[in-house]
């Protein structure tokens, strides 16, 4: 009595979710929203045998069709008709609808939804079918009539799982496929990021051989400026002179290597180290010539 009270209240429960599956609205999916089969008219004492889905697969044990073994002592005609079909258990609610393999996870997915379309069908017919041969016996009826109510409801129950399982594994196929595209976007970032860095490295480097080179062109360019004043001081020290004339001894000599150097100028670049080797060579006579000239008027003070 305690099961019928727990029954009834179920069945109140989905009272409305069973005429509305009977009006042709019971799930969003209409492939699911009938489930009777046209089956050829039997009498009284015929028994009913499930139609199989094709004449060379049958289920097997662990849910899966498999082919239908050779049978020759039976007529060719029956062996068509004969199936051995699976029961909905807690075994066929509970298996899994998406595969962690990629590959074959819309076969697996189309077969599952195949059997359980089945196994409905052949549920939903097996109990009109029971009534048709036994509906003399009033004192069943009752009792069958309330056990079918109970099926319509767990197959209903069913169709809301198999439609959430196919909702969250549409998501799941979105969700996958937007991971990969987010993956590409960033792999070309990285992409990108590495060719900048790699540019940036480029132009450093060469803005330090650029800023190396340019100070060393300063460098040149001060030490030429201050021969040059040398070379105008010895010039015009003692007045102008006469062309012509011809300069002996330190003098000539300072006076030949500044007009070197000087006429040289506009040639001397960071390459040509012949002219930097001059006047490097020329920069030692300078400072030989002013130690010795500092030399000789310390004697004179001395003496």
Known sequence: MANLGADQQLLEKYQERILARRRG?????????????????????????????????????????????????????EKNQEIAYRPLDSTTVNEPLINNDDDDDDNNNERQ????????????????????????????????????????????????????????????????????QLCKEILGLIYKRDKIKMEISVERKGYKENEQIRKKLEQVHNFLSE???LRESVTFDNGPQNENEVLDGFESLLISTTFRCCENVNSLSNQETGNLRVLSQFNNLLENCERIIRQSADMEIGT
């Open 227 to 229: 021969i040059d004043i």
């Open 113 to 180: 939804f195949d059997d359980n379309r089945y196994l409905f069908k052949v549920i939903n017919n097996i109990i009109p079918e029971f009534l048709k041969e036994h509906e003399n016996e009033i004192s069943y009826k009752k009792e069958i009539l309330h056990f079918k109510k109970i099926v319509e409801i767990r197959i209903l129950e069913q169709l809301d799982l198999i439609d959430k399982q196919m909702m969250l594994r549409s998501s799941l196929q979105k969700a996958k496929l937007r991971i990969k």
């Open 25 to 77: 609205a019971g799930t969003h999916r209409i492939e699911f929203r009938n489930f009777t089969i046209e089956v050829p008219e039997q009498g009284k004492n015929q028994e009913f045998i499930p139609q199989p889905l094709d004449n060379e697969r049958q289920f097997d044990g662990n849910g899966y069709l498999s082919d239908i073994p050779e049978q020759s002592d039976v007529p060719e005609e």
